[in-house]
């Protein structure tokens, strides 16, 4: 079992940054890979990012690449986003995520939003 708990979601306007955490415990090999969800109003929710924690090799969506950054604390274990020159269309609920592979997330955090106004 693997537990996820977000923070740092909250209101910024177009062109700010806000730093999204995800603190992870439980089944190690459960969480090799880490990722980040967003979900808007009334869409599907999306793939924003991977980090392998072995590796530490990162992936994106190419609608963050350049803006947001997937890191990790072991000491802590935690998985931060970082999120730069943010813009309306980032506005979503956003999920921490976890899985022994980064195309198969089985543990969900409860998500934090995050608004974006222009």
């Known amino acids: 079992q693997v537990q996820l708990l977000e923070s740092g979601g909250g209101s910024v306007q177009a062109g700010g940054s806000l730093r999204l955490s995800c603190a992870a415990s439980g089944d190690t090999f459960s969480r090799q890979c880490m990722g980040w969800f967003r979900q808007a109003p009334g869409a599907e929710r999306k793939w924003v990012g991977g980090?392998?924690?072995?590796?530490?090799?990162?992936y994106y969506t190419d609608s963050v690449k350049g803006r947001f950054t997937i890191s990790q604390d072991n000491a802590k274990n935690t998985v931060s986003l970082q999120m730069n020159n943010l813009k309306p269309e980032d506005t979503a609920m956003y999920y921490c995520?976890?899985?022994?592979?980064?195309?198969?997330?089985?543990?969900w955090g409860q998500g934090t939003q995050v608004t974006v106004s222009s």
């Open positions: 980090l392998e924690t072995n590796s530490g090799i990162t």
């Open positions: 995520a976890a899985g022994s592979l980064c195309n198969s997330y089985n543990y």
